[in-house]
């Protein structure tokens, strides 16, 4: 049951990245985000399950607060939450990978306008595959290797419609 929540989240995320609206990228990223945390919590991964949950609160949030002083508290919460959780699973040098994916993802997701946010998660996702391939995580490599071209063929589109 697990893996059909994680392989079900893969393609929710796939669809996230084909929708060129920033809003409509983040509900569907968030949801995928919620399967994949059903999946860690149901193999007892509990760090990862609470990863993925506080992405998809934060991908949600991103898109809702705009503006000023709550968009910049709520940016540097996560930031700081992340950090924690890098802290708290350190597994050597090869955390920085993910823990650098998640906060430039926050970042770009509370700062950018929509061209720019995917551009940035372009080195998010570099990482994600660079720490795949460490671990030797194949499937994970392969489903963040699609989900990168599938952005950038989004992003040639944002590009192309621009005006």
């Known amino acids: 049951m697990a893996y059909l929540f994680g392989g079900v989240g893969i393609?929710?995320?796939?669809?996230?990245?084909?929708?060129a609206d920033g809003l409509a990228f983040r509900r569907w990223s968030a949801a995928g985000a919620l399967l994949w945390a059903a999946q860690y919590l149901l193999l007892d991964a509990?760090?990862?399950?609470?990863?993925?949950?506080?992405?998809?609160?934060?991908?949600?949030?991103?898109?809702?607060?705009e503006k000023g002083f709550?968009?910049?508290?709520?940016a540097a919460?996560?930031?700081?939450?992340?950090?924690?959780?890098?802290?708290?699973?350190?597994?050597?040098?090869?955390?920085?990978?993910?823990?650098?994916?998640?906060?430039n993802t926050t970042l770009a997701l509370f700062y950018l306008n929509n061209r720019r946010m995917r551009i940035a998660l372009l080195a998010s996702s570099l990482a994600w595959i660079g720490?795949?391939?460490?671990?030797?995580?194949?499937?994970?490599l392969l489903a963040e290797s699609v989900a990168m071209g599938i952005n950038l063929r989004t992003i040639r589109k944002l590009f192309v419609n621009r005006g």
């Not at 393609?11 to 929708?19: D, G, I, N, S």
């Not at 700081?80 to 906060?103: D, I, K």
């Open 11 to 19: 393609l929710v995320e796939w669809r996230a990245y084909w929708l």
């Open 46 to 65: 509990w760090t990862a399950g609470w990863t993925m949950a506080s992405t998809a609160l934060r991908t949600m949030l991103s898109g809702r607060v």
């Open 70 to 74: 709550y968009k910049h508290w709520a």
């Open 77 to 103: 919460g996560f930031v700081a939450l992340f950090t924690g959780l890098t802290v708290f699973s350190w597994q050597g040098q090869v955390s920085l990978l993910p823990a650098f994916a998640v906060v």
């Open 131 to 140: 720490n795949d391939y460490i671990w030797q995580a194949w499937p994970a």
